[in-house]
């Protein structure tokens, strides 16, 4: 889409380059396949000194498989990342190898441009993107306001731009350059309301705020690009010291959480390509950081639970214990019980001997006490009274604790 390399600058402008002679190296795909699955694109870009979109467009030229969006976010946290695709046989449409210029000489290249005043017409694509071009028909005739900012008739608060009618057509060819170099890197843009581009403008509900969406792993990023204001002192009509605003001619561009905007010896244009790589590598951030609040969250859910699981232990043993105590207490009653009943039979047998008058009856009631002493003696017969007590709590069990 890019008539040429995207931090190339114009021959006049340009300082001599070390890319010029700089070592070429070869790519096989088979080491493409083994570097792409065991490092992020990240740092293959530093060892081969390519962009992370260039990768992924040499893997494509090359027919060889990359992870997926979000991939090196959940292997780092620990997370399931599914099974390795196999490298597919090579055919007639595909390329064996790719050769790139050794790293230094992208490094001395990209500093050239961060250094260049000038902006090569080269960076500009040849194509108008659908969002910018609907913004434009919007603003085409539009009138100021008080501020000298652009003010659409439309009832929206503002559209994708917030600048002067001056700085207008400079912040659409930046915002144009930069959404098809997110796209070249598989960033997929997104507008909250449909373009149209004959009716329907890119609208964002404030100045912070931008409609613009930058898709990403089911992540989001806001771009929007406004032109800050500068403020003068003035005198009223009281003769009173009073403060007046205006634009400040310099353009500031929001891409998620990080912001650029012109300076003395840098335009915005030279930012365009490190904010564009600059997308998925917040995105990917954002993804590890969730990950990890939700491991931690997942941790402190644990404890929780385990702590539950130990105090309801602790009161189930208490209760085991005062169960104990309970049925020591009734023994202790058994036990007097069968002295008394032995008592009883000595008694009885004692006043036989003498003459006394005993009858059957007698001992038959004897015998009624035996058999209620029977009932309630834990230790006749084949009872185990000690088996009531949970082996959990005889070995001193604790719940399952995860060491995390």
């Known amino acids: 889409m890019l008539n040429s390399i995207m931090y190339r600058i114009d021959a006049e402008h340009r300082p001599r380059l070390v890319w010029e002679m700089a070592i070429q190296k070869t790519i096989t795909r088979e080491q493409l396949y083994k570097d792409i699955w065991a490092k992020p694109a990240i740092t293959l870009s530093d060892e081969y000194g390519i962009s992370g979109s260039m990768i992924a467009r040499i893997c494509t030229k090359l027919n060889v498989p990359r992870p997926p969006q979000g991939y090196w976010a959940k292997k780092a946290h620990g997370h399931k990342t599914g099974r390795r695709p196999k490298l597919p046989k090579p055919t007639e449409d595909h390329l064996l190898e790719w050769i790139v210029r050794d790293q230094p000489s992208i490094q001395t290249e990209r500093k ?112 929007s690009i406004r032109e800050p204001m500068t403020r003068f002192m003035e005198k009223s009509e009281y ?88 049925r020591s207490a009734s023994y202790k009653h058994v036990t007097e019980l069968r002295e008394y009943i032995q008592m009883c039979e000595q008694q009885a047998s004692r006043l036989k001997s003498e003459g006394y008058d005993i009858t059957e009856d007698d001992f038959l009631q004897i015998q009624w006490m035996k058999a209620r002493l029977e009932m309630i003696d834990p230790f006749l017969g084949s009872g185990s009274p000690w088996r009531h007590i949970p082996i959990s709590v005889a070995k001193g069990l604790e719940p399952e604790r995860y060491y995390w």
């Not at 250094?115 to 090569?120: C, Q, R, T, W």
């Not at 040849?126 to 913004?135: G, L, V, Y």
């Not at 919007?138 to 559209?159: C, M, N, Q, T």
């Open 112 to 223: 050239a441009v961060l250094e260049a005043k000038e902006i090569s017409p080269h960076r500009i694509p040849e194509k108008e993107h659908r969002i910018i071009k609907a913004t434009r028909t919007a603003l085409r005739g539009e009138k100021v306001d008080s501020d000298g900012y652009i003010s659409p008739k439309w009832d929206w608060k503002h559209v994708a731009l917030y600048t002067s009618k001056e700085m207008m057509e400079r912040a659409l060819s930046i915002l144009n350059s930069f959404l098809y170099l997110c796209e070249e890197s598989g960033v997929k843009i997104h507008c909250p309301v449909q373009i149209n581009p004959k009716i329907t403008p890119a609208y964002y509900d404030s100045e912070d705020s931008g409609a613009i969406l930058l898709r990403w792993a089911d992540k989001e990023l806001k771009l």
């Open 239 to 326: 003769n009173s010291n009073d403060y007046s605003y205006s634009p400040s001619g310099l353009l500031e561009i929001t891409v998620g959480s990080r912001k650029k905007r012109d300076t003395k010896l840098t335009k915005l244009e030279s930012f365009i390509l490190p904010l564009s790589e600059s997308v998925i590598k917040q995105v990917e951030e954002t993804i590890a950081r969730n990950l990890a609040w939700e491991e931690e969250q997942r941790r402190y859910a644990f404890i929780a639970e385990y702590r539950d699981a130990r105090n309801k232990q602790k009161r189930f043993e208490e209760k085991q214990h005062e169960s104990l105590l309970e």
